[in-house]
């Protein structure tokens, strides 16, 4: 399982969308991985489900945790800025894939973690802070209930961060 990127895991992702009522409302954002195009985009995929809209950047880590200087400055800025807008649920959806584990951390949970000076998110934070989705590891892939994911987050509203206890 250590060859699984973070390109299988936006494989694996898109893949949960097929043949379900949001498939048509899955764009991939053009990716460059080179950096020397220009393309800057701030997050990997966009979902649409009325009256909401996920916004969504895919990490795949190997470790118990995840280090904030693997979401670019951009992505940072580009999930903050689009989530300040009514209906937009804008995050990072973790796979901590050799632990079987995937967390949605909302951008402003990783936004409070920076600001006091925190520079990752481990597993056990993920857990009590975070979204835990519904996902199955088949082998070495990954399916997520993406009906799931989308409705839960609607719903979902990460507890109050007490940083002394961190």
Known sequence: ?????????????RESFKGTKLEKGLMRLHDVTNGFSGCNNPFDFLVYSYPNLFCF????????????AKIRPNQVEG??????????????????YIYGAVYFVPIDVINLFKAHGKKSINMDMCEK???????M?????FRVN?????DD????????IDFEEI
Request: proline share 1%; glycine share 4%.
């Open 1 to 13: 399982m250590s060859n699984y990127s973070g390109k299988t895991w936006e494989s694996d992702f």
């Open 57 to 68: 950047e895919l990490k795949a880590v190997q470790d118990r945790r995840l280090d904030f």
């Open 79 to 96: 999930l903050s800025k689009w989530s300040e807008n009514k209906g937009v649920i804008a995050g990072v959806l973790v796979n901590f």
């Open 129 to 135: 802070y975070c979204y835990r989705v519904d996902s």
């Open 137 to 141: 590891k088949k082998r070495v892939r």
């Open 146 to 150: 993406i009906l799931k994911l989308i």
């Open 153 to 160: 987050l609607r719903d979902f509203e990460h507890p109050y």
